[in-house]
């Protein structure tokens, strides 16, 4: 191709074709996604921040945060391989929705007054036992509904339901 387009001056010479467009698609991924990935993060973090009254405790739900990110990932690293186009957009995703299930038990742990007891493990228990069921019925149901996008013919998006549904998980 540089050959032809120096041969020929004013003569653009470009790739077409499934290879070309894969390229194109892993330029724009790897640009993008970490970006995007990078904005979802910081919003959730410093929101996170602001809510919780002892900053250990906003850690501890991003860090449980970290592991459902860290899973999908594997999930995609063994499974996949690579991220196209479309699964791409699930780690922005998987840190919108998955924040949400380190927020209610840690939430409920405070409103226990965790700090002003004589026994915090108590507290975590009563948390736990508070938010724990449906805490765990409403990860199990998105995932649900994530997995379920595994039936759809077109693989990018059957690729999106396993990745995401896992990184919930």
């Known amino acids: 191709a540089a050959r032809v387009g120096a041969a020929r001056p004013g003569f653009r010479v470009a790739l077409t074709g499934e290879p070309a467009t894969t390229v194109e698609e892993m330029q724009t991924i790897h640009h ?22 002892w900053r250990t405790h906003a850690f501890l739900v991003l860090l449980a945060l970290g592991a459902g990110v860290a899973w999908a990932f594997g999930a995609v690293r063994l499974e996949l391989g690579y991220l196209n186009l479309i699964t791409s957009s699930f780690l922005s995703t998987l840190v919108g929705v998955g924040v ?3 927020i209610h038990p840690v939430s409920e742990y405070e409103l226990e007054g965790a700090h002003t007891r004589d026994d915090p493990a108590e507290a975590v228990r009563a948390a ?5 069921a449906a805490v765990t019925v409403g990860a199990v149901t998105t995932s649900a509904a994530f997995f379920a996008i595994l039936l759809m013919r077109f693989r990018g998006f059957a690729e999106l339901g396993l990745v995401a549904g896992v990184g919930v998980l």
């Open 128 to 132: 736990y036992h508070r938010t724990g």
């Open 32 to 53: 993008d996604m970490w970006r995007t990935s990078l904005v979802s993060a910081i919003g959730v973090t410093v929101l996170t921040l602001l809510v919780f009254r």
């Open 100 to 102: 949400a299930y380190g």
